[in-house]
Nanobody
Framework: QVQLVESGGGLVQAGGSLRLSCATS????????MAWHRQAPGKQREPVAT???????NYADSMKGRFTISRDNAKNTLYLQMNSLKPEDTAVYYC?????????????WGQGTQVTVSS
């Protein structure tokens, strides 16, 4: 089992920055991939950024160049640095962690943190 707790959300003006954190606990040694997703009101949850066990990253097109995902293994924490925020970035942001592969793959989610960008 993996537990995830997000923090760092809040209200920011357009053009501003926020850094989200996701503290992990439990069977963290078994985590291979971590990611951030977001869900805006009335919309489906969508991927934001992913970081793999080898440190490689992947971003949704609209976040490239503005968001940076990173992972501090010593602190068991995942981060999302968000710069040049836009009103359309307003959403609840969730982190997740995946363990195992194939039929043994499990995905764990945090409770989410609200990000609101005002125009």
């Amino acid at each position: 089992q993996v537990q995830l707790v997000e923090s760092g959300g809040g209200l920011v003006q357009a053009g501003g920055s926020l850094r989200l954190s996701c503290a992990t606990s439990g069977s963290i040694f078994s985590i291979n991939t971590m990611a951030w997703h977001r869900q805006a009101p009335g919309k489906q949850r969508e991927p934001v950024a992913t970081i793999y066990s080898d440190g490689s990253t992947n971003y949704a097109d609209s976040m490239k160049g503005r968001f940076t995902i990173s992972r501090d293994n010593a602190k068991n924490t995942l981060y999302l640095q968000m710069n040049s925020l836009k009103p359309e970035d307003t959403a609840v942001y969730y982190c997740n962690a995946a363990t195992g592969y194939g039929i043994r793959r499990s995905v764990y989610w945090g409770q989410g943190t609200q990000v609101t960008v005002s125009s």
